[in-house]
């Protein structure tokens, strides 16, 4: 079954650790999204990456770090100097380019819980 | 920069009722897509329906149709016969348009309206 796969599906950071939120897809999109969402709040983007080797901040992304490697892997760091990353993450992906393939729509995976211990 | 607003955190509708949830946005751009995502207890965001800016048509899928007012930035939602699965939270969201070579910046959400549905 083609899909976006998080993991884990729940994450607890110590203080001043850094940790990592892995994010595959194998719907060969192009293109793929990190979003947090906090309670009460719509998802607010922090890091997207349209090619491999290619990333762009999105709003938030202080206190984040991602890379591109390879097409189905955008994994996303958070890292110390996020002081508040309690939250739920979500990544995303969609195929790049126009046409009707395209249709700018973006497929979502289950999400991952980060919670500070 | 783009902003969403879903003015409704909470609406509650009986069962196999229509209920309308509604969204305004700000952009400068003429050519854009609309979106209505789905988010159950579950936590998945699912897709609804999308509109493109430049179709006067309004979307449906369905029991789920838009009202796409584009002169006065409006975008809402109508579920028609709602069932007790429409429960969830619905996220109104806004991206420019991907073209060949290019790519879009991310979606910008509303803060979402909080759907019951009364048995």
């Known amino acids: 079954d083609g899909g976006i796969t998080q993991s884990p599906k729940y994450l607890f950071r110590k203080e001043g650790q850094n940790v990592t939120l892995s994010c595959e897809q194998n719907?060969?999109?192009?293109?793929m999204y990190w979003y947090r969402q906090d309670p009460g709040q719509g998802l607010r983007l922090i890091y997207y990456?349209?090619?491999?080797?290619?990333?762009q901040k999105g709003d938030i992304a202080e206190g984040y770090s991602v890379s591109r490697e390879k097409k189905e892997s955008f994994p996303l760091t958070v890292t110390s100097a996020q002081k508040n990353p309690t939250a739920f993450y979500l990544c995303?992906?969609?195929?790049?380019?126009?046409?009707?393939?395209?249709?700018?729509?973006?497929?979502f995976g289950a999400g991952t819980r980060l919670s500070v211990l | 920069a783009q902003t969403v607003t879903q003015s409704q955190p909470e609406m509650s509708v009986q069962e196999a009722e229509t209920v309308t949830l509604s969204c305004t946005y700000d952009?400068?751009?003429?050519?854009?897509?609309l979106f209505w995502y789905k988010q159950p207890p579950s936590r998945q965001m699912i897709l609804v329906i999308r509109q493109e800016a430049y179709k006067q048509q309004n979307a449906t899928e369905n029991r789920f149709s838009v009202n796409f007012q584009k002169a006065a930035k409006s975008f809402s939602l109508k579920i028609s016969d709602s069932q007790l699965g429409d429960a969830a939270m619905y996220f109104c969201a806004y991206s420019t348009p991907m073209y060949s070579g290019g790519g879009a910046d991310g979606l910008t959400f509303g803060k979402g309206t909080h759907l019951i549905i009364q048995p």
């Open positions: 995303a992906s969609s195929i790049r380019g126009s046409g009707g393939a395209a249709k700018n729509i973006q497929y």
């Open positions: 719907l060969n999109h192009d293109a």
């Open positions: 952009t400068s751009e003429s050519d854009y897509y």
């Open positions: 990456s349209q090619i491999v080797n290619d990333f």
